[in-house]
């Protein structure tokens, strides 16, 4: 995405008039500038409209393992934490996993067996899913913040794939 801006520069003289005689048009040059946002901009973007996508979803819904809760996680080997936005309900399978891993011996690999889910993590999954597609149809509101949402999301595939070409992951070839 590109955007051109227009530039105009004046003397002193013609900024300190209100008014610019037709002997000083010769004077005033135009500059065209080319640019175009950082896809940090287009990533930020998506982020505050996936936020409030969510925020609107947990106030509609009274089923608090519903909600969706973003929480500060550190993969495993490094030092960097990055937020995760899970539903309650995925939070908090995958710590009864990890618990019970553990309390089996399993401790290497407690985590990545927590993160392959449950039959219960499914279940859930689906009912989150039809709930959203019942307030996508019921709720105006809703639906305007979820395709803000999508508006957002396209508009920083189509950067990163202009940033990155074939090497983006949103790459369609």
């Not at 105006?140 to 940033?163: G, I, L, M, N, T």
Request: net charge negative.
């Amino acid at each position: 995405m590109k955007y051109v801006f227009f530039l105009t520069l004046f003397s002193s003289f013609a900024l300190s008039n209100t008014l610019v005689p037709e002997s000083l048009n010769q004077d005033i040059e135009t500059i065209t500038v080319e640019g175009s946002r950082p896809l940090g901009y287009f990533y930020k973007l998506r982020q505050k409209e996936r936020l409030a996508f969510m925020e609107k979803f947990n106030h509609l819904i009274k089923d608090e393992d519903l909600h969706f809760e973003c929480r500060a996680e550190t993969q495993t080997g490094s030092h960097i934490s990055s937020k995760v936005c899970r539903n309650a309900f995925d939070w908090r399978i995958i710590q009864e996993i990890v618990t019970e891993e553990i309390n089996r011996g399993n401790i290497l690999s407690a985590y990545a067996t927590a993160l392959m889910g449950n039959k219960e993590q499914e279940e859930r999954k689906q009912e989150l899913i039809n709930n959203i597609n019942v307030l996508l149809e019921e709720n105006q509101e809703f639906s305007r913040a979820y395709e803000k949402y999508r508006e957002a999301d396209s508009a920083y595939k189509k950067a990163h794939v202009e940033r990155f070409g074939n090497l983006s992951p949103y790459n369609s070839r």
